[in-house]
C-alpha cells in the first residue's frame, strides 16, 4: 500500500479568506494548534486546541476529537514544525483536512479584518474543549436530569452527584462538570473518578485544571473492592456519609462522600464483584450507566479483552442482575460495534425511589 501523501498546507491568510468565501463564522473542523503555548497566547483561531508540541503532548492525544469521524486542522509556525504531529496523529487514526501554518512573521495587516470581525482570531490562553464524551452518555443526559429533576418533586437541587469507576483521563467526568456552565443551567454536576493507574488520575486533574473545574472534578486512586457498605471497617458509618472501600499502595481505606451518588458510571470497565457496592451507592432513582465489552452468540469475534475475560459481558447480563434481581428500571440496553468492530453493550437503568 502506497504511503498516505501529506495533506494540503495553507498559510493562516489562505486558510482564513477560505473560511471567508464559505461563510463559515470561525473554523468548520476542530483545530489543534501545536506552536509552543506563548505563541497561542499572543493570538490563534478562535475555539482551538492547545497542543504544544514542545511540552510532551503524547498524554494529551486522548482530549483530541474521536478518530475516523471527526476531521480536524493542525496549525504550525512552519511545515518543519508539523512534519512530526501530523506524521503521528495520521499513523493513529485522525485525518487531517490540511495544515495550517502560522508564520511568526505573518504580517499583522493581514490579519487585521480576521481579528476585527470577532469570528476567527481571539488571544489569552482559554482552554477549548474539543473531545467528546461516550455518546450514549451525551444522548441520554437530557433524559437523566429531567428524570433527576421529577425524583426532586421540585424542590431545589443545584448540583448532582457523578461516579465514575475507572475513569480513565476524565473525558466523561468533564462532560458532565461542564454542562451547567455550557448550557447556563442552574443545575450541575460534582463528579468523582476512581482508577487504579497513576497515569490516567494525573491526566485527569491536569484536564480538570486546564478546564478551570478543579472544584468540580476530582479523582483518586485506588480499586474498588467488596466489602461490607454499612460500615468503615467494621465502625459505624456516621449520619449522613457513606463508605467506598478503596485498595492503594498504601492499604485499604474508607474514601468517603456527604451523600449518596445520582449517576454512576462504568465505561470499558467492569468488576462484577462490586455491582452490590455499586448499587449500595446509587441514591434512590439514581442512575447507572455501564458501557463495556460483550461476547455472545451472533456477535464479531475480537481479541481484546480476551475471550473469557472479567472484563467481558455475556448478552443479557447486566438486564438479568439489575433488573431481575435489583429491581432496577432499564431505560437503555443496546449492543454495538465500535470502529475496529468489537462489540459494546451500553446499559442504562434507574434505580427504584423506594
Not at 242 to 255: A, I, N, Q, S, W
Request: charged fraction near 25%; proline fraction near 8%.
Amino acid at each position: 500500500m502506497p504511503p498516505m501523501a501529506p495533506p494540503e498546507a495553507l498559510s493562516i491568510v489562505d486558510h482564513l479568506e477560505k473560511c471567508v468565501l464559505r461563510d463559515e463564522q470561525g473554523a468548520k473542523y476542530p483545530v489543534i494548534d501545536v506552536r509552543p503555548s506563548d505563541l497561542y497566547k499572543q493570538s490563534h483561531l478562535k475555539n482551538s486546541l492547545s497542543l504544544p508540541w514542545d511540552e510532551d503532548p503524547y498524554n494529551r492525544l486522548f482530549e483530541l476529537p474521536p478518530k475516523n469521524t471527526t476531521p480536524i486542522y493542525v496549525v504550525g509556525a512552519n511545515t518543519a514544525m508539523l512534519d512530526e504531529p501530523v506524521r503521528l496523529l495520521t499513523s493513529r487514526g485522525w485525518q487531517i483536512v490540511h495544515t495550517i501554518i502560522w508564520a511568526a512573521d505573518t504580517p499583522s495587516e493581514s490579519l487585521r479584518p480576521f481579528i476585527e470581525n470577532g469570528h476567527h482570531i481571539e488571544g489569552g490562553c482559554r482552554y477549548t474543549m474539543v473531545c467528546q464524551p461516550l455518546r450514549f452518555l451525551s444522548s441520554h443526559i437530557e433524559a437523566i436530569e429531567a428524570a433527576l429533576c421529577e425524583r426532586a418533586g421540585g424542590e431545589a437541587v443545584k448540583t448532582w452527584r457523578a461516579l465514575d469507576i475507572g475513569c480513565g483521563s476524565g473525558r466523561d467526568m468533564a462532560f458532565l462538570a461542564l454542562r451547567g456552565i455550557a448550557a447556563s443551567l442552574a443545575r450541575g454536576w460534582d463528579v468523582t473518578g476512581i482508577d487504579s493507574v497513576p497515569g490516567c488520575v494525573s491526566r485527569c486533574l491536569q484536564f480538570a485544571a486546564r478546564l478551570g473545574i478543579s472544584d468540580r472534578m476530582r479523582a483518586v486512586r485506588g480499586r474498588f473492592i467488596d466489602t461490607d457498605p454499612s460500615g468503615n471497617d467494621g465502625a459505624p458509618a456516621l449520619p449522613g456519609e457513606v463508605y467506598m472501600h478503596l485498595r492503594t499502595d498504601h492499604g485499604t481505606h474508607p474514601f468517603t462522600t456527604k451523600s449518596k451518588y445520582d449517576l454512576v458510571l462504568l465505561v470499558r470497565f467492569l468488576n462484577r464483584e462490586s455491582f452490590d457496592l455499586i448499587d449500595h451507592h446509587i441514591a434512590p432513582g439514581g442512575f447507572l450507566l455501564i458501557s463495556t465489552f460483550v461476547e455472545g452468540p451472533g456477535l464479531p469475534e475480537y481479541s481484546r479483552p480476551p475471550p473469557g475475560s472479567c472484563n467481558r459481558l455475556q448478552l443479557g447480563e447486566l438486564r438479568r442482575f439489575w433488573h431481575d434481581r435489583k429491581g432496577y428500571s432499564v431505560v437503555a440496553d443496546i449492543v454495538e460495534l465500535l470502529d475496529d468492530n468489537r462489540p459494546i453493550n451500553s446499559f442504562l437503568a434507574q434505580k427504584p425511589c423506594i
